[in-house]
């Protein structure tokens, strides 16, 4: 990869910590000029300053303008990274709308406003680089947190929708879909993520290099837990087996709560 990044405008949102910070912290070593953005304006600003990049703190949704000046006009690549995770892993339990709309509008809609602000530009000019952090949830799922794993199918389904329409317009999309990652977010799933994603979980670092490895590869479709491929054939191929074995998963769960 030495020289792929080199001069590029990167955006990272969610970069404070975790995956997006080793992200930022990644393309910044590919002498990309890095803009890192986080809700927590301090925590940005930290990360920022350590790879000499520039802090854009605040909501994912609206920062492309503000990132695009921070870089001189141009943005070559937008890491859709920042993301909630919330529980809610019964259909006849209390229905938190603010769990459901709050995951909406991060998980996905925040990664079509960012691809609205930016597509009039790349397909300008035949080029530029969406990367979207889904999650294996979206091409499984996860137990006991129905928002998440919802959302993260639509993250997916519209990182799919964005390369088949615009790749032969010089836009490469790719989708990141890691299981357990040490970070925060899984520090807080609780007792699921304990029982389903502590086992594997990888560091962040271990994402922005299969990142790399996927970018060089032109790959849509980033696998830093190899063994989920043949977990979303199972799904496709042999669904009714593949639930069986997933409501297996569900009832060793209850059985530890």
């Known amino acids: ?15 404070g910590g975790g995956i997006g910070a080793a992200l930022a912290r990644r393309f910044a070593t590919e002498g990309a000029r890095v ?10 600003k930290g990360v920022a300053e350590e790879i000499g990049g520039t802090a854009v703190p605040g909501d994912a949704s609206a920062i492309v303008a503000d990132a695009r000046d921070a870089l001189d006009g141009t943005v070559d690549v937008y890491c859709a990274n920042a993301g909630v995770a919330f529980g809610g892993g019964s259909a006849d339990g209390p229905l938190d709308e603010t769990a459901w709309a709050a995951s ?3 998980n996905v809609m925040a990664h079509v406003r960012a691809a ?4 009039p530009d790349w397909l300008e000019r035949g080029s530029g680089r ?24 639509g993250a997916l389904a519209f990182a799919e ?14 989708a990141i879909c890691p299981q357990g990652v040490r970070t925060d977010m899984l520090a807080a799933t609780g007792s699921a993520g304990d029982l389903v994603l502590q086992p594997t979980a990888i560091e962040p670092e271990a994402v922005a290099d299969a990142l ?6 032109d790959r849509f479709l980033i696998l830093p837990h190899p063994e989920v491929a043949g977990y979303y054939q199972a799904r496709a191929g042999e669904p009714d087996r593949w639930l069986s074995g997933m409501n297996r998963i569900q ?7």
């Open 1 to 15: 990869m030495v020289g792929a990044f080199q001069g590029a405008g990167v955006v990272v949102t969610g970069a």
């Open 251 to 257: 009832q060793q769960w209850e059985a530890t709560r």
């Open 104 to 106: 909406w509008d991060v």
């Open 35 to 44: 803009v890192v953005n986080d809700l927590d304006a301090e925590r940005a």
């Open 212 to 217: 790399m490895r996927g970018v060089e590869e």
């Open 130 to 153: 969406f990367v979207s952090t889904v999650s294996a949830a979206g091409l499984l799922t996860m137990i006991g947190a129905a928002p998440y794993a919802v959302t993260k199918h």
């Open 116 to 119: 609205h602000a930016l597509l």
């Open 161 to 174: 929708w964005l390369s088949l329409t615009y790749r032969h317009r010089g836009v490469k999309v790719h």
